[in-house]
């Protein structure tokens, strides 16, 4: 399940995103990269005025359609994720999961795990289209409590 990221995995997820950019013909800019490590840097979801706040400053006041822009750009390519429930958003933890995701949120915590729901959703996927509707993309929002919570409560 999710653990902090290592420096190495942060490294690794910046130059997988960097090659799926190059592969989509899209170019990770200097922003987009810089969003992307603060949202792996995060290890769990973060509000787009928390982006912006650690922006700030680092070269000039950051202004929030740049933030938007730049995480519209980062969950188009699958590289971030928004999870409406908490209007917030985080670094994708799969890899390029774009088709089906499934988070599940800790509603003491606040811990976030995603993993591919690929297989999990696959029987979803053939019920719908026995109903003749082709899905392109799932997101499901699983809340309840993680392990470490139910343990403690
Ligand atoms: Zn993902
Ligand atoms: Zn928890």
Partial sequence: MVHAHSARDRARLVSEAERLCAEAGETLTPLRRRVLELLIAKDGPAKAYDLLAELDGESGPAKPPTIYRAL???????????IESLNAFV?????????????????KCGRTDEFDAGHALVDLGE???KDGFEIKHTMIEAKGLCAACKQAA
């Fill in 91 to 107: 670094a994708c933890d799969v890899g390029a999961c774009a088709r089906a995701t499934i988070f599940l949120i800790c509603d």
């Fill in 127 to 129: 019920a719908a289209r």
């Fill in 72 to 82: 519209d750009f980062l969950m188009k390519l699958g590289l971030a994720h928004k």
